[in-house]
C-alpha cells in the first residue's frame, strides 16, 4: 500500500516572497531555548537570531506565555531585557518560530505488507534474500511479531538468530 501526502498550492502571505522556503515561513520546526536566570538578571541572549517586531519570538516564563509589553524589550535580534529583575528558580523558555531546525522534509516510501523474503525454510537456513532495501521492518514468525534482537538486516539480507524449522511462516511487513 503506498501513502502519499500531497500539497496542491501553498499561498505566500506577501508577493516579496523569493522562494519556497520562505513561503514555508512558520512551517519548521521551531527554535526553542531554556534558560535559567541568575538571581537580578535582566539581559538575556538567544542562541539564533530573529526578526524583532514580528511576533516570531513567543517567551514562557515558568510556564506561561508572556506579552511583550509589560514583561520585557527586543533588544536586538538576539537579545531580550526583563523589565524586571528573574530569579534564579525561574524557567524562561524562548520559541522562534520560522527559524528551527528540521524544516519541513518530504520522503517518498512504499510500505509492503505480507512479504516473504526469499530463502529455504528448512531448520538450517538463517540467511535470506530481500527485494528491496528496507528503511523499517517488523517481522512474523506464524504470524508472531519478533523482537529486533532476534534478526539483522545489512542491506537486503535478513540474518536470523536462529534458523526457522520446517513448515514455520516467514512473513514481513516493509516500509521501502
Known sequence: ???RIRTE??????????DFSEQLYGMTIPFLQQVTPTNGQTLFTLN???????GQLKVFL???LIEKDG???ETSSTEITF????????????????????AITTDSHTHVANYTPQGNVNGNNAVFQLSYYPKSVMLYLDGIRQSTS????VGNVLTLDEAPVTGVSLL?????
Do not use: K
Open 172 to 176: 514481513m511487513d516493509l516500509i521501502v
Open 62 to 64: 515558568n510556564g506561561q
Open 83 to 102: 523589565l524586571s529583575p528573574r530569579y534564579s528558580d525561574d524557567v524562561i523558555i524562548f520559541r522562534i518560530e520560522g527559524v528551527g531546525g528540521g
Open 1 to 3: 500500500m503506498l501513502q
Open 48 to 54: 539564533t537570531a530573529y526578526e524583532t517586531g514580528t
Open 9 to 18: 498550492q501553498i499561498y505566500a502571505t506577501s508577493n516579496t516572497y523569493d
Open 150 to 153: 532476534t534478526y539483522t538486516i
Open 71 to 73: 514583561w520585557y524589550t
